[in-house]
């Protein structure tokens, strides 16, 4: 069943925002002299970007520090059951964006469907690590090993983090928070977890790549 | 559309929602101006405790292990004795580096001067996202909290200098200061790393889509685009250090080998494997130079800004001062290797290192010519601001210069870790900074608090600054090039120093407690102007910049009912043909004639939509 969301309000109806909400009655993106993006979502790429380098850092740390030393242990085959959970995870916020730009109200479902991948990821990590350790392998073992924890536990807390962003959006359809700021909530929630996502594959990647 | 209808409303909703109880209004406060405050003055006292941790080590090197009773009463555990023990000179070094460079420059260039004047300067009403500015705030506030305990503990504080260099820094048994101290420390900067991101997303989407119409890019004040800049430079650096204390933490903790080998202590052998402390290295410096140029960036907008006030000329070259701004941000990111010539890289990729440092000169000597170029033929008006704005290009030039032998590997192999360096970084990162810092706070002072600063004690905090700092740091480039290494608690028992260096020494110290007393009278001259100053009035400067056009201090939601329209850019002054000899930039081209002569046609025919409020203080 589709039904529609409220109509959003126009712009002269709109009470005005408790502070903190970004776009408030300040924000003049309407104006000429402003990006063609509303704020919230630059500031979310700018942000991706910062987080990006931290990636970047952690993975070239890894690179000179192995100083081309092969991967010396198979990667768990969960590994791959994660990377299958992620890409699904992706999928499923696509959908539900594209169903929340429609005002279809199938997009909760859809944000669901998102969360639960999310958990099941996490669940699938914590697997991953305990066959790591059930070989021997921790934290200390040996360089790879090291920076595999590392990446993954800094990218599991990201992953924390997007978990906490779909409740976030579930608070606004609850609270009947109006339309714009739900299609907000949601648009900046499936930017990043596309970003925790393709982090993920990169940290794949990377690890595939020292094994060769 | 409906836009015009929009602000209007919007408008009259601003007198409605001043956020009313004393808690909401100070102190959890959202409102941009208010966090500036708690920014600024938190960060100054940090600059106070800082300044006096500098007094007692040059009290040290000055009068070695002299007896010093009162500092029993300050650090009861380093100096039981009542001299300075060299754990407790280690852990002053080190905390007054990271505090300085962390918690009182980049604090108050970004937090304090990016929140006040980049809604202000832009004509927004407040940041993008105010509620992550309250959490900036709060989080750099916990920082502090969190740097300044580490002091308290029993073990002391860090103690591996503020670059925290690991094994130092990583081995528990290193010195005292790496114990839980260093934790502290590594626990502060990240806290500290998450309030700069924070501030800095807000600082860049602000003044990139929130300006007020007619404030094309090309209008900002320098101020913005300097402020701006060092907030990208921040977004795309500190994560590396961000990395780079997760993993040492683990080196510390877990028993991980990122930084650190297999090594030898005091005989006993400690079970690591195949770290890198060289990997420390390049994370640290890959945050580490962009860090200072966080620093000079805003410090350089404000010096414009002021420079082309205080001389009432347009500033000379405004597009290759913002090219200049962009070129010098995007070099920053590829010369951290110059300080690591000395690690045992290889001479081929020093040599690249020494080539793109050498290039950032070329940007900057740029900047310089063009402030000499402002105030060439200038109507000077010496105020306080000014005379500060004009001891930035001096310190920045001295410090540039010695950044020039530095940048050549030949001539920092022997001039590393000596004092050279030392005098280098404070002339050029610390005194500029600072010098566009009490610019900035003696030119806005008027606008934050509605009140004047005194401008004789202004003076006389200058000049005795601005002496007493060459005091201190052209000595020290004799006691570099006389071999004096940095860190040193203690140099009377070598045999390649002179005994004359203790001379030295003494000048030094003495210069430094003048500029200490010199503070404490911008502190009094800062306390009292805003408890019983003269009142301000709208425009003490008689500035162009939309923020004088804002009532003093400026209400919530700074513009009332009508956002200000830009018709110019900032830095109309002496326009050939206008009435006075400074054209805010609210006044439209038809009254005042623009000294922006390309740029006009553009100004006329904007964006097409018009959105109904002319300006409201001009018209
Ligand atoms: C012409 C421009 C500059 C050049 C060529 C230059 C070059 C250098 C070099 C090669 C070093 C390493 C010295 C050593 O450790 O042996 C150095 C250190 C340093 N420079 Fe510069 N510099 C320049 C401008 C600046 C500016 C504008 C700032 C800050 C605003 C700055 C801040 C620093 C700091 C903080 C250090 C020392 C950090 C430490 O070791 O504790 N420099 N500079
Ligand atoms: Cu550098």
Known sequence: MVTTLDKPRRRTQLPPLPPGGGNGWWDSSDDPQSLAVPSWQFGTWLGLGTLTVLFAALSSAYVVRIGGERLAFALPTTVWVSTVLLIANSIALIVARRAVERKDRRFVGWLWASFGVGLAFLFSQLVTWSVLAGQGLFVTTNPHSSFFYVLTVVHGAHVLGGLGALLRCWYHVRRRSGYQRLRRAVGMTATYWHFVDAVWLWIVLLFVWTSL | ?619
Request: some cysteine; charged content about 10%; overall charge neutral.
């Open chain 2, 1 to 619: 559309m409906d836009q015009p209808i929009a602000h209007a409303e919007a408008a009259v909703d601003a007198h409605h929602h001043e956020p009313q109880s004393f808690w909401t209004k100070y102190v959890f406060s959202q409102d941009h101006k208010v966090i500036a405050m708690q920014y600024m003055i938190t960060a100054l006292v940090m600059g106070f405790i800082g300044m006096v941790m500098s007094w007692i080590f040059r009290i040290q090197l000055a009068w070695p292990d002299h007896n010093l009773p009162f500092l029993r009463l300050l650090m009861p555990t380093n100096m039981e004795s009542g001299t300075l023990q060299t754990p407790g000179y280690y852990m002053l070094v080190t905390m007054h580096g990271t505090i300085m460079v962390f918690f009182l420059l980049t604090a108050i260039l970004t937090g304090g001067f990016g929140n006040f004047l980049i809604p202000l300067q832009v004509g927004a009403r407040d940041m993008a996202f105010p509620y992550l500015n309250m959490l900036s705030y709060w989080f750099y506030f916990l920082s502090c909290v969190v740097i300044t305990a580490s002091l308290f503990v029993t073990t002391g504080a860090a103690s591996a200098g503020w670059t925290s260099y690991p094994p130092l820094s990583a081995l528990e048994k290193a010195t005292p200061g790496s114990g839980l101290g260093q934790d502290l420390w590594l626990i502060a900067i990240a806290l500290f790393i998450v309030a700069s991101t924070m501030g800095s997303l807000n600082y860049v989407t602000t003044a990139l889509n929130m300006r007020a119409k007619g404030m094309t890019l090309m209008r900002m004040p320098l101020t913005v685009w300097g402020i701006i800049t060092a907030a990208m430079l921040g977004l795309f650096a500190f994560p590396a250090l961000f990395a780079g204390a997760v993993l040492l933490l683990l080196d510390r903790h877990l028993g991980t080998s990122f930084f650190l080998p297999h090594l030898v202590v005091g005989g006993e052998h400690i079970v690591r494997n195949g770290g890198s402390p060289l990997l420390w290295q390049h994370l640290f410096w890959f945050l580490g130079h962009p860090e200072v140029y966080i620093l000079i960036l805003p410090a350089m907008g404000i010096t414009s800004e002021v420079l082309s006030n205080g001389a009432r000329k347009p500033i000379f070259g405004y597009k290759v001062m913002v090219g200049s701004i962009i070129a010098i941000a995007f070099l920053s990111f590829i010369v951290w290797g110059h300080h690591m010539f000395v690690s045992g890289m290889n001479p081929w990729l020093g040599f690249a290192f020494v080539i793109t440092t050498l290039i950032i000169a070329v940007p900057s000597a740029i900047k310089t010519f063009n402030w000499l170029g402002t105030l060439w033929k200038g109507k000077i008006r010496f105020t306080t601001p000014m005379l500060f704005a004009i001891g930035f290009i001096s310190t920045f030039v001295t410090g540039g210069l010695t950044g020039l032998f530095l940048g050549n590997s030949a001539l920092d192999i022997p001039l590393h870790d000596t004092y050279f360096v030392v005098a280098h970084f404070h002339v050029v990162m610390g005194l500029s900074s600072v010098f566009g810092i009490f610019a900035g706070i003696y030119y806005w002072f008027p606008k934050m608090t509605g009140k004047m600063m005194n401008e004789r004690w202004g003076k006389v905090h200058f000049w005795l600054t601005f002496i007493g700092s060459y005091g201190v740091f052209w000595t020290m480039h004799y006691l570099g090039f006389m071999g004096m290494p940095r860190r040193y608690y203690s140099y009377d028992s070598y045999q390649f120093l002179p005994p004359s260096m203790h001379t030295l020494q003494m000048v030094i110290t003495i210069s430094a407690l003048i500029v200490g007393a010199a503070q404490l009278i911008f502190t009094l001259n800062f306390l009292l102007a805003w408890l019983r100053g003269k009142k301000a009035p709208n425009n003490p400067w008689q500035a162009t910049t939309l923020e004088w056009q804002a009532a003093t201090p400026p209400p919530h939601g700074n513009w009332g009912p009508v956002l200000p329209e830009v018709h110019r850019w900032p830095y109309d002054y002496s326009v050939p043909g206008a009435s006075a000899d400074f054209v805010p930039q609210t006044v439209p081209v038809e009254i005042e004639p623009s000294g922006e002569h390309h740029r006009v046609a553009a100004a006329v025919n904007g964006h097409g939509q018009t959105n109904g409020h002319g300006n409201g203080h001009h018209a």
